[in-house]
Each structure stands twice: as structure tokens, then as C-alpha cells.
């Protein structure tokens, strides 16, 4: 099994960049894929970006392309997204996600997330 535990939300300037963490736990973490999702105030939780196992494979939700870079460091059992750009619309909590399967990840059928992080991007 897997715990998440993400970080390095908080206040920033519309144009600025952030980049959240997710620290996971378990012995087994470079055989999940990874993905990040975030929920807007009165939304529903959207995807944002996924990570296959390897690193080698990424994919983006339109609203996100060439703004924000989703990476990860096995040795570290960590996922990263870096937000670069930032508008007042990705306001929202961020939260990671792991799975076996990669297209659950995209989907959001996922069997482990985090608790989240909260991003305010202020205008």
C-alpha cells in the first residue's frame, strides 16, 4: 500500500511558479503511476497531470500544457509538479494519486490519494 503526503502549497502572485511535493510511503512506490488532481472552490475535482511508473511517459490536461511539469524521483519516493505561470483560475486544493493501472490515474479511478494542498493564486 501507499501514503501520500503532499506539500508546498500556498499564496502566490498570478505569473509566479510554485512547486508542490507528494512524499510517498511503501517499499513498492516506482511500480505506481502518478498523477495530481486539484478542486476548485464549489468544483469538482479535475485532473491535472499523470506520470507513468518509469518517468517516461506524461500527459497534461489542455488547461495545464506548457505551464506546469509533472516529474518524479524513485530513489526519493517522491512526485513533483512544477507550476510555472500561474493564473487566478488554478486556485485550488492539489492533490496526488497512485495506481497500478495508468489510465485509472488519468481517469481519476484511483486507488490512493493524498489529503492535498492548497494553492491561492492571487490576481
Known amino acids: 500500500q501507499v501514503q501520500l503526503v503532499e506539500s508546498g502549497g500556498g499564496l502566490v502572485q498570478a505569473g509566479g511558479s510554485l512547486r508542490l511535493s507528494c512524499a510517498a510511503s511503501g517499499r513498492t512506490f516506482s511500480t505506481y503511476h502518478m498523477g495530481w488532481f486539484r478542486q476548485a472552490p464549489g468544483k469538482e475535482r479535475d485532473f491535472v497531470a499523470a506520470i507513468s511508473w518509469s518517468g517516461g511517459d506524461t500527459y497534461y490536461a489542455d488547461s495545464v500544457k506548457g505551464r506546469f511539469a509533472i516529474s518524479r524521483d524513485n530513489a526519493k519516493n517522491t512526485l513533483y509538479l512544477q507550476m510555472n505561470s500561474l493564473k487566478p483560475e488554478d486556485t485550488a486544493v492539489y492533490y496526488c494519486?497512485?495506481?497500478?493501472?495508468?489510465?485509472?490515474?488519468?481517469?481519476?479511478?484511483?486507488?490512493?490519494w493524498g489529503k492535498g494542498t492548497l494553492v491561492t493564486v492571487s490576481s
Open positions: 494519486a497512485a495506481d497500478k493501472i495508468y489510465s485509472a490515474v488519468i481517469a481519476g479511478r484511483i486507488n490512493y
